[in-house]
């Protein structure tokens, strides 16, 4: 493994991708399932500012250890029982996929004062197995959302289907490209589209090409 050399050529790739539009800023995400918190902290070392880890326990684990030098990002399902473990924690969740769970964030970031940032993810792919909003469901929900005072909804989330040609999965980060773009139409108070987390290891210069400014890079970074 030479985190390293990986980041730099994930760095190049994003900044090929931004010399091309002045005005685009582009987040990467390390995503560190499976990482020991040593290999985190040498990434963080090389410039590494913002880690997403899929499950709650896992993000605490490594949130003790390393702690405020990053931004920690929720990336994957999040269960509204686990939701009072990490509000004080995380500055991005990137999988708000219901109001049930928004209710409980709504709640628990009342308690603490404390506005949480958080993408709408969607199943642009319509595949089964993803969790995420069909995107017709997409504007009814913001709708609610719009309402709500600590959740703060900040743009949308994807996740690809894994294919061998990652230009196969173009079609779906346009999509949720499109539908960012009609929902910045859209009359809301709160309701912000300043993000669009898609692309991973094996996608991530399709998506950057789409319009992705988060991508959530694992490993491509850590192998
Ligand atoms: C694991 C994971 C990633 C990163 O996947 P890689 O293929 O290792 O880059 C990105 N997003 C989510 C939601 C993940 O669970």
């Given at each position: 493994?030479?985190?390293?050399?990986?980041?730099?050529?994930?760095?190049?790739?994003?900044?090929?991708?931004?010399?091309?539009?002045?005005?685009?800023?582009?987040?990467?995400?390390?995503?560190?399932?499976?990482?020991?918190?040593?290999?985190?902290?040498?990434?963080?070392?090389?410039?590494?500012?913002?880690?997403?880890?899929?499950?709650?326990?896992?993000?605490?684990?490594?949130?003790?250890?390393?702690?405020?030098?990053?931004?920690?990002?929720?990336?994957?399902?999040?269960?509204?029982?686990?939701?009072?473990?990490?509000?004080?924690?995380?500055?991005?969740?990137?999988?708000?996929?219901?109001?049930?769970?928004?209710?409980?964030?709504?709640?628990?970031?009342?308690?603490?004062?404390?506005?949480?940032n958080c993408l709408v993810?969607v199943?642009?792919?319509?595949?089964?197995?993803?969790?995420?909003?069909?995107?017709?469901?997409v504007k009814?929900?913001l709708?609610?959302l719009d309402?709500?005072?600590?959740?703060k909804i900040v743009g949308l989330m994807?996740?690809?289907?894994?294919?061998?040609?990652?230009?196969?999965?173009?079609?779906?980060?346009?999509?949720l490209k499109e539908l960012s773009e009609e929902i910045k139409l859209m009359p809301f108070?709160k309701v912000h589209m300043d993000y669009l987390s898609m692309?991973?290891?094996?996608?991530?210069?399709?998506?950057?090409?789409?319009g992705a400014n988060i991508?959530?890079?694992?490993?491509?970074?850590?192998?």
């Amino acid at each position: 493994m030479n985190i390293k050399t990986n980041l730099e050529r994930i760095n190049a790739d994003i900044q090929s991708s931004v010399s091309k539009a002045l005005d685009k800023n582009v987040t990467l995400v390390a995503v560190t399932k499976t990482v020991s918190s040593d290999e985190i902290q040498e990434a963080i070392n090389l410039g590494v500012t913002d880690i997403g880890e899929n499950r709650v326990q896992e993000l605490l684990k490594k949130y003790d250890i390393l702690g405020g030098q990053v931004k920690w990002h929720l990336i994957g399902h999040l269960q509204k029982n686990k939701v009072k473990y990490i509000v004080d924690k995380v500055d991005l969740i990137h999988s708000l996929d219901s109001y049930e769970l928004a209710l409980e964030i709504e709640k628990r970031a009342g308690k603490i004062e404390r506005e949480i940032n958080c993408l709408v993810e969607v199943n642009i792919s319509g595949e089964e197995s993803k969790y995420g909003l069909a995107p017709k469901e997409v504007k009814p929900l913001l709708e609610k959302l719009d309402k709500l005072s600590y959740v703060k909804i900040v743009g949308l989330m994807t996740m690809a289907p894994y294919v061998e040609d990652s230009e196969d999965v173009r079609k779906y980060f346009r999509g949720l490209k499109e539908l960012s773009e009609e929902i910045k139409l859209m009359p809301f108070q709160k309701v912000h589209m300043d993000y669009l987390s898609m692309g991973m290891s094996n996608d991530y210069k399709v998506a950057l090409e789409e319009g992705a400014n988060i991508i959530r890079v694992g490993s491509a970074i850590f192998s």
